[in-house]
């Protein structure tokens, strides 16, 4: 599912028009990742919670070359399925 679904989804199930669907899609999306980019935590019960984890800068090696090669430190989110999903998926 994409975007598109989830408004289409969202659209159907509610009974709303596509451009409010959109709208609280929208909504849902940037406050997700406007609490992300604060460093906050999102959990959601059952589903899932994202987090940013800190990755240390280290020497890698480009594989062409073999030159050894500074990778800076940076920040990724991390997501980490709820028991709910991982059991609801594995049936």
Known sequence: MNKSGLIDALQKKVGISNAKAEQV??????????????????????FCSIFVKDYKGYVGRNPKTGVPVQIPAKKLPFFKCGKELKERVDY
């Open 25 to 46: 899609v929208d909504i849902f999306i940037n406050a997700i990742s406007d609490a992300l980019a604060r460093g906050e935590r999102v959990e959601m019960r059952g």
